[in-house]
Nanobody, 114 residues
Framework: VQLQASGGGLVQPGGSLRLSCATS????????MAWYRQAPGKQREFVAF???????NYADSVKGRFTISRDNAKKLMYLQMSSLKPEDTAVYYC?????????WGQGTLVTVSS
């Protein structure tokens, strides 16, 4: 399974951005897709996950501002980010997990700055 994240860029505080993650390869039944992020000088942290049945969960730091979604038919996952803050600046990574194996995409940089 390969993943390709896109959609990062520079946005002003309070702005919005939508990230996408495209998957390719063999996908079987139940799986989980997630977004993580890594700010400069910090460890990678969990942002949100969504199960193949649509159930989702979020880190407290983004709850109410970010929305994760997926299109199973198109093998795409999205992260709609709103009310962005400078502390949201990070490289965002997508992850796909199935049958006990994790697959990571390359990151996409999100910079929140005026």
């Amino acid at each position: 399974v390969q993943l390709q994240a896109s959609g990062g860029g520079l946005v002003q505080p309070g702005g919005s951005l939508r990230l996408s993650c495209a998957t390719s390869g063999s996908i079987f039944g139940a799986n989980v897709m997630a977004w993580y992020r890594q700010a400069p000088g910090k460890q990678r942290e969990f942002v949100a996950f969504i199960i193949s049945n649509g159930a989702a969960n979020y880190a407290d730091s983004v709850k109410g501002r970010f929305t994760i979604s997926r299109d199973n038919a198109k093998k795409l996952m999205y992260l709609q980010m709103s009310s962005l803050k400078p502390e949201d600046t990070a490289v965002y990574y997508c992850k796909f997990s199935q049958r006990g194996v994790d697959y990571w995409g390359q990151g996409t940089l999100v910079t929140v700055s005026s």
